[in-house]
């Protein structure tokens, strides 16, 4: 399984962007995804996670109402559209996939990762 994010970059205190994640598998519909970011001098850290239907989804609290999860298994991507960004959020972006097809909050239970992505929101 590959994943290469895109859509990161430089934005304003209060501005958005959507990441997205597209996978290189056949049977991306049976996987779990999730988005995790890491800012230098911190430990990485949970952001949002689906399941593999796009029923359920799951978000750190420090997001909830700013960041939205989705999914479109026919294009094999994942989304994730980041509205009133602030300074804080700034990191790099990954994207992971788990077998399991959980919507999981734990970097362990993924088994594989994306190069990340660079989001930067200045004040």
């Known amino acids: 399984v590959q994943l290469v994010e895109s859509g990161g970059g430089l934005v304003q205190t209060g501005g958005s962007l959507r990441l997205s994640c597209a996978a290189s598998?056949?049977?991306?519909?049976?996987?779990?995804m999730g988005w995790f970011r890491q800012s230098p001098g911190k430990e990485r850290e949970f952001v949002a996670a689906?399941?593999?239907?796009?029923?359920?989804?799951y978000y750190a609290d420090s997001v909830k109402g700013r960041f939205a999860i989705s999914r479109d298994n026919a294009k094999n991507t994942v989304y994730l559209q980041m509205n009133s960004l602030k300074p804080e959020d700034t990191a790099v972006y990954y994207c992971?996939?788990?077998?399991w097809g959980l919507g999981s909050q734990r970097g362990s239970d993924y088994d594989y990762w994306g190069q990340g992505t660079q989001v930067t929101v200045s004040s």
């Open positions: 689906i399941s593999r239907n796009g029923r359920s989804t």
């Open positions: 992971a996939a788990n077998p």
């Open positions: 598998v056949r049977t991306f519909s049976n996987y779990g």
